[in-house]
């Protein structure tokens, strides 16, 4: 349980043998001041922070610690104001994404869930975190109609082991030339260069004004694919900590 801070100034005041009257003398308050202070009665002056923090032997931001449950609720209301300005289905990646980053990779390095709702699936990788959320009925409807010349399109791109070297060798955020590629992956230039061309045709890949190439942003598509390729495979299927059925009514 989170301690309030009149709980902190009262343990750390006796921690240091210092009495109520001889905290307040320290500080120029009364010891009827601080004793207010640990009945949570009244706060100390903003002024007198950081030499009661120093007499204390505690650093303010451990004092002011606010605690988990009225951070839970403040975190909560202003993602739900952020989902008003850019979209549930947006605010809720980027919610998940930073959740899963910020947690130990050894605890959480997959998930996938499947409702009437949507679709979302997650993969912790050494090489990033791989995210897809569909969300609606409708959009799963529509995936499930898609015409084979298109999926075809798709695997055929992604069976091709040049081309998987080279997404291999592209990021999202740095640019890399096409001699650079070829001296990471071992590719002919040629060859290198007949993938790069495919994948900007497609949307997957940009080239800047200094010849570098990086990942557009329909490679999350490639990715997403990746991501669930991955979960049909030994070690996907050891990966996911959770698969979730739950349709409603």
């Not at 007499?55 to 002011?64: P, Y």
Request: hydrophobic share 40%; proline share 2%.
């Amino acid at each position: 349980m989170n301690k309030s801070i009149a709980e902190k100034i009262s343990e750390f005041r006796k921690l240091r043998s210092l009495s109520q009257q001889e905290l307040g003398e320290k500080l120029g308050v009364t010891g009827q001041a601080v004793s207010k202070w640990e009945k949570g009665e009244s706060m100390p002056d903003i002024m007198l922070l950081p030499k009661l923090c120093q007499i204390l032997g505690i650093t303010a931001d451990a004092l002011l610690e606010v605690p988990s449950a009225v951070k839970k609720d403040s975190c909560m209301a202003s993602l739900a104001e952020y989902a008003k300005e850019v979209g549930r289905l947006e605010a809720t990646k980027q919610a998940v994404e930073v959740c899963v980053r910020a947690t130990d990779a050894r605890m959480v390095t997959g998930s996938a869930t499947e409702s009437s709702d949507g679709i979302s699936v997650y993969a912790d990788t050494d090489d990033g975190t791989v995210i897809s959320i569909i969300y609606g009925a409708d959009m799963l409807s529509k995936l499930k109609s898609q015409s084979l010349a298109d999926i075809k399109k798709v695997c055929d791109l992604l069976s091709d082991e040049d081309t998987l070297g080279v997404i291999a060798a592209l990021d999202f955020c740095k640019g890399i030339s096409a001699e650079d590629i070829v001296k990471n992956t071992n590719i002919p230039l040629e060859k290198v260069e007949n993938v790069l061309f495919k994948l900007m045709k497609g949307g997957f890949c940009d080239c800047d004004f200094d010849g570098k190439y990086e990942l557009g942003h329909s490679a999350y598509a490639l990715m997403s694919m990746l991501a669930a390729i991955f979960f049909t495979t030994e070690n996907g299927r050891k990966a996911v900590n959770s698969v979730t059925k739950n349709y409603t009514v």
